[in-house]
């Protein structure tokens, strides 16, 4: 089906996007094990991370794939923190997923006030580096051009919307507790176009498990 790459700098929000679309797509969310071999050079392991990320892809065509970081994520905070990386081999994988049915999602918080408050005095990366951060990800997102690529500020988007929002390039509606409901309701022979039209309309239903769906459809004698 799809692979999708989720990318951005730190606490722009790309796990939370993540969770909703593995919830919705009832996909696989792909995590890379860190390989530790002394005997390798940093450029050396990310190549076989990213063999073994389109390899994970390659066997499971039949699904969706979500990813958290990809090509971009390396090049980006490469660049930032002095560290060396193949940019070739990065070009070679852009390459490659440009064969293939990939989205790249782009996330920022454009509003830097929001942003700032995501920020932890502990936290490993500092606000204060994200500047450059996002300055390496635009220069990546022209050099490692990915065909598919959607970007979002997540200052304005509620995670939910940039998820369906994705999905609609490459399939209608979600599979999830409303899809299946739905299903449901046409196999029952209970629907109403009243009905229909709430769970397509209603985004906030989305957030209901199925019992809280029924629930809600029975009280509004909508079920």
Known sequence: MVLIICEGADKC??????????YYLDGIVFKSKSIKD??????????????????????????????????????????????KTDLQTLQYFAELFNQEDVYLV???????????????????????????????????LRTLRINNTLEYDTSALDSKIIALDIMSFFQTEPIS????????????GQKSKNTLELLNQ?????????????NYLKANELY
């Open 13 to 22: 929000g790309k796990s939370t996007l993540i969770n909703n679309l593995e």
């Open 38 to 83: 002394a005997s390798l050079s940093r450029e050396e392991i990310t190549k076989v991370e990213l063999q073994t990320l389109y390899q994970f892809y390659l066997l499971n065509k039949d699904k969706y794939i979500i990813i958290d970081r990809s090509i971009h994520t390396e090049f980006a905070y490469s660049k930032t923190f002095n560290r």
């Open 106 to 140: 782009y996330l920022d918080c454009k509003d830097e006030e929001e942003y700032k408050k995501r920020f932890k005095e502990e936290e490993l990366i500092k606000y204060e580096d994200t500047k450059k951060i996002k300055e390496y990800y635009r220069e990546a």
């Open 177 to 188: 507790s409303v899809s299946k409901l739905k299903e449901k309701i046409k196999t029952e």
């Open 202 to 214: 209603n985004i906030k239903l989305l957030e209901f498990n199925d019992e809280e769906l029924l």
